[in-house]
Structures are given as C-alpha cells and as structure tokens.
C-alpha cells in the first residue's frame, strides 16, 4: 500500500512496540509501518521467537537504512516479566509512541465440558491479561507525554461467538470491553485507542489452534478466500496515519467470502 507525504510524517521518527511479532500479523504489521515511514522510525519487536525477530529485524535494516530495531524474546503470558521488560527498554527505545497489541492464541476447539485447564489459563493469560499488563506498562509514559496511539487487536469472534470457541471468544469478547473502557478513560487525553477485529485471516493461527496439526488448520481455510496478514496490517497502519484528532475506534474485517464467523462462503457450496 502507497502512502503520502502527510501519512509518511504522522508515524516519521516514532517509537513503535509489536508484541506477537515474530510472525502473521505482528510481522506485517512491523513491515507495513516501516514501509509508510520510509523506515524513519524506531520499532521494538517482541515475541517468544527471538530467532524469528532477529530475521525479520535483518530485513528491514537492510532495506532501510535510517531504521531503527530492538528485537527481545517476551512471552506476554508470564505477566510478572512484562513492568521490566518495558522499564528496561534501551533509552533510545523507551519513549513509546505506539503500542500494538498483536500477541494472542486461541486452542483447540473443545466444546464446553470438556476443555482443558491448560488452554483456558494459556488463552485468557495471553490475550487479556498480557494486553492489559503490558497495557498498564506502557500508559504511564504515554500519559507523561499527553500522547501516543494504542491498537489492539481483537477479533469477529469477539462479536460474534460460535461453537468451540468456548473461550476463544470471551477473550476476544474482553479485549472490545478493556478497549472501550480504555477509550473513555482516556477522553481527555491525546491518546488514541484503536481495535482491529480481523475475521478469516490466514496465518500461523490455525496451526497452534491445532497443535501443529497442519491438516486440521488446512481445512479452516479449505475452499475459501481467507485475507492475509498483510491485509490486516494496512488497516491498522492507515488507523495510525490519520490526523491525530481522528480516531478510527472499531474495524471489522472481512474477506469478500465472509459476513459473520459462520456465514463463510466456499467453493464446495457452489
């Protein structure tokens, strides 16, 4: 996606933190924003795969010179590593502007009665309290400021509920409920609180959803048009490159193939 000159400015010289962002969205989301800068910024990269964020750090360096990254393995799940990791940011990295919070999961299908305890505790761990603890973490230095720009990602599951997705959902369900409180509370501020709820996308998503199970993940995509990551990525980019006076609250996305969690539309029902 192209951007002009006043968008380039908008996001020009600021300090950007991606959790999740070894790969699918987070991923885009990094190479999106640096491309609308024309690599004038600074991003702080965070995810469980380091290996994977040295990769993709090499990249963008490569391809623009005047960036700036700072990559470090975090799990969002264990909450009590979050407060330091964000007070012991590089001092050229610490400042943030814009938090994306990209880091989530979902677990098996289970249908209720029958979940496990493990994915429960993993699912609400990582996408509800790790967003709000690293949430917490970073609205004290962009409140010092009187600005800064915080996207979380949630979800159509958490609009729209559907079988298997027993706890998937609710934790989707609480991120449009923490951003909506976020938002209000922040109502005399300039800080922006924008939510992204992609519907099919695909991505590593469905294979940690299986278990490594690549068949199983296959099939969610069989037979449809899914978006991709990099679809997602210029939604949240373009929220970020609007005048600071406009907040883009709530998107949801769709490919051409869907129109709610269960109305998919695939080649096999021609």
Do not use: W
Request: net charge neutral.
């Amino acid at each position: 996606m192209s951007y002009g000159s006043k968008a380039a400015e908008r996001v020009a010289n600021k300090i950007v933190l991606i959790t999740g962002a070894s790969s699918g969205i987070g991923e885009a989301t990094a190479k999106e924003i640096a491309s609308a800068a024309n690599g004038n910024l600074k991003l702080v990269l965070c995810a469980r795969r380091k290996e994977k964020l040295d990769y993709l750090s090499k990249e963008l360096t490569e391809k623009y010179p005047s960036i700036k990254v700072h990559v470090a393995q975090l799990d969002v799940s264990k909450l009590e590593t979050i407060k330091p990791f964000i007070d012991n940011l590089p001092e050229e990295f610490a400042n943030v502007d814009v938090l994306v919070n990209n880091a989530g999961l979902a677990l098996g299908r289970d249908e209720v009665g029958t979940i496990k305890t493990d994915d429960m505790l993993s699912m609400f761990q990582t996408n509800v309290l790790g967003l709000i603890t690293i949430t917490q973490a970073v609205l004290p230095i962009m409140k010092k400021k009187n600005s800064g720009d915080i996207v979380n990602i949630g979800s159509i599951a958490g609009r729209d509920s559907y079988p298997g997705g027993g706890i998937y959902c609710p934790t989707k369900a609480s991120v449009k409920s923490f951003s909506q409180v976020l938002r209000k509370e922040l109502i005399n501020t300039k800080i922006r609180v924008l939510e992204v709820d992609p519907g099919n996308v695909e991505t590593e998503f469905s294979n940690v959803r299986f278990k490594g199970d690549l068949e199983k993940a296959k099939q969610v995509y069989a037979g449809t048009e899914p978006l991709l990551s990099e679809d997602i990525a210029e939604v949240i980019v373009f929220g970020l490159t609007r005048k600071q006076k406009t907040v883009i609250a709530e998107t949801l996305v769709f490919s051409t193939n869907q129109a709610s969690a269960f109305h998919l539309y695939r080649e096999s029902d021609k």
